[in-house]
């Protein structure tokens, strides 16, 4: 138990708060009373309490017997000791405190966002973000999860605002000097950081009735026409979950709350879910498809957490997963019955690709692991918790069938309602439902870092499959002996029947008898398991004969995804992978283009600039087969998938390919969006805005700095402001720099701003000398929880040996840390694109010269 912990002997069973805030001031005061048991004698009381005064604190128990505490702040641990002069005896007690504050201005506890209302007028919203441990920056609390309590919470707030929290107001009355006192309804027992309040002018929606609930869609005045896609989204979901989860939804009512500055991209207050704008309002006619799926699945997401989360809650941080990995998983549930066609399943691939990067790596860290320190709880809102997990709960649900799956979901939901869970009662429930113990094969995959690759070869001479699995890794020699257990699918054909078969990998090896000899064979049918598959070439020149016939996208998504780790961590040469890449030119799906565009993406980074008119060359001869295929008109009858690639695919052929026609086509699309009949479809619009800046200069560099600040929307305004990223002059690149600290950008965006610059070829390296020498304005602006830390991902493309070395040297000289082990994986991952583009150095520039 370490110092940070709380101790038991008192806990909370009820808090009646009243907060009341003075914007202007950007302070606050409050009180309030808590019910607490204590458990044993004690003369002190610790609790959590952070950049809060408490004035004063007292006790008293049933027969009214009175104490009056001294306080004592401890702000490095974020405690609060309240002592008292006697010892207070096992029982129940009210302890009562006044306390007071100042708005936080990092976007985190209760803080102050400010916004320009459609009429120009400026206003400030006051709202509160307290996961993971920012309740006690609010008020003194119990702030640990398993510290479960009624809250009961009155404001005092001016007259004429609107103010929102977790349950429905009761009470609303005149509080004297302009203001009006809102008491609302107590809660259900939660933990502390899922209290929310929100304050300011806010308009709804009308309401909408689902299962015995009422959902509104908030917003700040004028986007209340932004709400309805969200609406719509969220009483679907809403429904769903109802039936899924088999209990009825456990809030009173379901407000969904955009707020202009928000650190995260949603948070799930039971009740009162907070937003970032992008992620909840939207225009549905002007919107791109990833832009509209984005609101679906936050949405989906964080109403999934109403019952995973909020009503049955992880016990300690190291449970975060918990959490996380079911929201994801259930979002993806919802959202794929909701809009079938849409595939989110397969889209799921690139979710899952993205947690394979981080978990192939030396530095990874298991789904679960120890969290001592605040700091490493706010590590892990990572994408191992969130996609990795998201992806061994799709693994499990179809190794042992959707029903006893959802069963096991149902059980555990039931039996830890109003209380705090572990990972291994979700097994138990799970297990109970199926009929089999669960931890065997879940717990390498929850409680290890990294996964397989799961080799297999067509052993002809004794008739059978052979399987063999290692750790994958993309540095080192891969001589681990781990291994998992690991569920593999597959379909073959053998003498024109094809056959599905399943096999459970325990061992490094395994084998499965053959009938005959097979014509083809996919491994991980389906693309739900959670490892790389390497096929012996003859097996693999087999599927390339036809891969569009034999495998289904999501089978193809994940052959040229393996193919590329696997090319990146030295296992096959960089040939064999261009040469795959050529297969594919008349690919058809959207999904299977995603791995496909980003490898060239990350090839562009590796490569010196001399070689690049070839490399676009190659991405054009690639691409060139699907841009016209596709054009720059959308077809009548083509579904929403076709409209994202015919994006994606001109974005890609304009920018990487630096296509000259593609350029020109798409100034005169642009061109020609300007004038007022235009109906551009949203996502070539998206992708011709890309290009421009790609081959603009200062006078495209105003107009899209303009449209930036005088968007409507908050897709339209992210894709001006992202487009900024593109220009190449050296002198755009530094205003676009300056931008990110001048606070004209939130600073919830600027972070990613800095980001995409290096991320950028033609930027990274005025944007890391940018960064060194703003680190400490930008450390003091941006958000704490993650904004350094997202913007920081950017330094895995600073891929040369010069700008390698100058970042571990930065970082060390500097002793920075994010918590948790982030930046060892972005320092792994730079190492690893250095590494790559020494040993294909050479092999590159022979293969560019010679196609
Ligand atoms: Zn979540």
Redesign the pocket.
């Known amino acids: 138990m370490s110092s940070y912990r709380l101790p038991r002997n008192v806990v909370p069973v009820r808090y009646d708060i009243r907060i009341e805030p003075d914007t202007n001031a950007s302070t606050f005061v409050g009180r309030e009373t808590v019910e607490v048991a204590v458990r044993e004698a004690t003369r002190e009381i610790v609790l959590n309490a952070v950049s809060l005064h408490i004035h004063a604190a007292a006790v008293w128990d049933e027969r009214g017997r009175r104490l009056d505490g001294m306080v004592r702040l401890d702000e490095a641990a974020e405690q609060a000791f309240l002592c008292f002069g006697e010892p207070l005896q096992p029982g129940a007690w009210h302890l009562s405190m006044e306390f007071a504050g100042t708005l936080d201005d990092k976007l985190r506890g209760f803080y102050r966002s400010t916004f320009t209302a459609a009429d120009g007028t400026k206003g400030a919203l006051v709202v509160t973000q307290f996961e993971a441990t920012d309740a006690r920056r609010a008020f003194p609390c119990w702030d640990e999860p398993a510290f479960k309590a009624v809250f009961h919470l009155t404001l005092v707030v001016d007259e004429g605002l609107e103010a929102i929290s977790n349950a429905i107001a009761i009470d609303a009355r005149p509080a004297g000097a302009g203001k009006k006192m809102v008491t609302f309804a107590p809660t259900i027992p939660m933990s502390t950081y899922l209290l929310a309040f929100v304050i300011g002018k806010l308009e709804a929606t009308g309401a909408v009735q689902v299962s015995g609930a009422t959902i509104q869609v908030w917003s700040v005045p004028g986007k209340r026409h932004l709400a309805s896609f969200a609406l719509e989204a969220a009483a679907f979901s809403l429904r769903f979950f109802t039936d899924f989860y088999g209990i009825p939804y456990p809030g009173q009512k379901l407000d969904l709350i955009a707020i202009p500055d928000f650190a995260f991209?949603?948070?799930?207050n039971l009740g009162a879910i907070t937003f970032r704008e992008t992620a909840l309002l939207v225009d549905e006619r002007a919107a791109t498809h990833a832009e509209l799926t984005r609101v679906a699945h936050v949405v989906a997401?964080?109403i999934?957490?109403m019952w995973f989360?909020d009503l049955v809650t992880m016990t300690w941080w190291n449970g975060l997963w918990l959490?996380?990995a079911f929201?994801?998983f259930m979002e993806i549930l919802a959202v794929d019955a909701w809009k079938p066609a849409w595939r989110r399943w397969d889209s799921f691939g690139a979710s899952r690709a993205a947690a394979f990067i981080v978990d192939g790596l030396r530095s990874s860290r298991p789904i679960e692991f120890e969290v001592v320190a605040p700091k490493d709880a706010e590590a892990m809102f990572d994408v191992l918790t969130?996609e990795k997990g998201g992806a061994v709960l799709r693994m499990l649900e179809q190794y042992l069938g959707p029903e006893v799956f959802r069963d096991g979901v149902r059980r555990y939901l039931h039996t830890h309602r109003l209380a705090n869970a572990e990972t291994s009662d979700l097994w138990k429930s799970l297990g109970e439902a199926a009929g089999q113990p669960i931890p065997a094969v879940m717990d390498g995959w929850v409680f290890r870092p990294g996964y397989p690759m799961v080799s297999v070869e067509d052993d002809a001479k004794d008739g059978c499959l052979r399987f063999s699995q290692r750790a994958f890794h993309y540095l080192g020699d891969g001589s681990d002996e781990v291994c998992w257990q690991v569920p593999i699918t597959y379909r073959m054909r053998i003498h024109n029947e094809v056959l599905h078969g399943r096999l459970l990998l325990d061992k490094t090896e395994g084998c499965v008898a053959l009938p005959g000899r097979p014509d083809w064979v996919v491994i991980n049918e389906g693309g739900h398991g959670f490892y790389r598959v390497r096929y012996a070439s003859p097996l693999l020149e087999e599927l390339l004969r036809a891969p569009s016939e034999l495998m289904t996208p999501i089978e193809r998504f994940n052959l040229i995804n393996d193919a590329w780790a696997a090319t990146l961590a030295g296992i096959a040469p960089l040939s064999e992978y261009l040469d795959l890449t050529t297969r594919f030119r008349g690919e058809t799906d959207r999904h299977v283009w995603i791995p496909l565009l980003a490898s060239f993406g990350y090839l562009m980074r590796i490569l010196p600039p001399v070689h690049w008119s070839r490399f676009e060359a190659l991405i054009r001869d690639r691409l060139g087969e699907v841009t016209a295929r596709l054009g720059w008109a959308p077809k009548p009858d083509e579904g929403d998938l076709e409209r994202q690639l015919r994006g994606e695919i001109l974005r890609t052929m304009g920018v990487l390919g630096n296509d000259a026609d593609i350029q020109a086509q798409a100034k005169a699309c642009y061109a020609d969006s300007e004038t007022a009949v235009s109906s551009a479809d949203p996502s070539v619009l998206t992708a011709a805005i890309a290009i421009l800046a790609h081959a603009g200069a200062e006078r495209e560099y105003e107009t899209f700095l303009s449209r930036f600040k005088s968007a409507k929307t908050p897709q339209v305004e992210q894709r001006y402001l992202h487009a900024l990223t593109g220009f190449r002059p050296p002198e755009l690149v530094d205003r676009t720099l300056k931008l990110a600290v001048s606070g004209e950008v939130r600073t919830q965006d600027a972070p990613f701003l800095v980001r995409d610059l290096l991320m950028g070829v033609h930027s990274r390296e005025q944007a890391w000398a940018f960064v060194k020498e703003h680190w400490d304005q930008m450390e003091r602006l941006y958000p704490s929880q993650g904004g350094l830390r997202r913007m920081c991902e950017g330094i895995t493309a600073l891929a040369t040996p010069v700008l390698e070395a100058d970042v571990r040297q930065f970082f060390a000289s500097r002793a920075v840390t994010f918590g948790g082990r982030a930046l060892e994986q972005y320092l792994e991952q730079l190492q690893i694109a250095v590494s790559f583009r020494e040993r294909e150095k050479s092999a590159l520039t022979t293969y560019l010269t010679k196609s």
């Open positions: 991209g949603a948070m799930e997401h964080e999934a957490h989360g959490n996380e929201a994801t969130y």
